[in-house]
């Protein structure tokens, strides 16, 4: 268990709609990164915030958002969402803003019919 | 473009012997490199890392060499387990751009009893 929370682990929902992906980081960690991984691309790196501020961004589409609350909880909102979002989302924690090691949660299943 | 490059989507070795899984990467800024383990439903596992200013790191059966000249790094696994079978992500970082992690395609480890 790394300590890192998500919520909810499985979301099945329609083209066009919105969901709301939940990251309880590890506790004292000050860095929340979200990341996605599709079958055709992999992990891939969509934004990262530091104590609140957003630092630093990837492959994130418009249609993404996301932000980091002051208890340091995280939220990734996808909007219109399309067949193509079907992925695994995950969060990732460290204590620092620049440091090596990050801790995965388990992830977020996003199914899009 | 692809940074970060695992050539050898699978590997099958021998309990007891040793498992070596390869990564190339392009992009010389990088501050850090890393070794994750993935199981089916669960997030990325941090294994090891190491700093681009060393060649060598070692952590109990594992060690993860660095040849900067080469851009290439690898992860020896001795001896290996069947508890070892899993995917294995390599991922580099750099301090500069908030060391979000780009990762490598993934080797599948299956080690044999």
């Known amino acids: 268990d790394s300590g890192v929370t998500q919520t909810p682990k499985h979301l099945i929902t329609a083209t066009g709609q919105r969901v709301t992906l939940r990251c309880s980081p590890r506790?004292?960690?000050?860095?929340v990164y979200w990341y996605q991984q599709s079958l055709d691309q992999g992990l891939q790196f969509l934004i990262q915030?530091?104590?609140?501020?957003?630092?630093a961004k990837g492959n994130i589409l418009e249609r993404f958002s996301a932000q980091q609350f002051p208890d340091l909880h995280s939220e990734l909102n996808l909007s219109s969402l399309e067949l193509g979002d079907s992925a695994l989302y995950f969060c990732?924690?460290?204590?620092?803003?620049?440091?090596?090691?990050?801790?995965f949660g388990p992830g977020t299943r996003l199914t899009v019919l | 473009d692809q940074q970060v490059k695992q050539n050898s989507p699978s590997l099958s070795v021998q309990e007891g012997r040793i498992s070596i899984l390869n990564c190339d990467y392009t992009?010389?800024?990088?501050?850090?490199f890393l070794w994750y383990k993935k199981y089916p439903a669960e997030g990325p596992t941090f294994l090891i890392s190491i700093s681009s200013i060393k060649d060598k790191n070692e952590d109990g059966r594992f060690t993860v060499f660095l040849n900067k000249s080469a851009k290439h790094l690898s992860l020896h696994i001795v001896p290996s387990q069947p508890g070892d079978s899993a995917v294995y992500f390599c991922a580099a970082s750099a301090v500069h751009a908030g060391n979000m992690l780009t990762f490598g395609g993934g080797t599948r480890l299956m080690v044999k009893p």
């Open positions: 506790s004292g960690d000050l860095s």
């Open positions: 990732a924690s460290s204590v620092e803003r620049e440091t090596d090691e990050q801790f």
């Open positions: 915030y530091y104590n609140g501020e957003e630092r």
């Open positions: 992009n010389s800024m990088f501050d850090y």
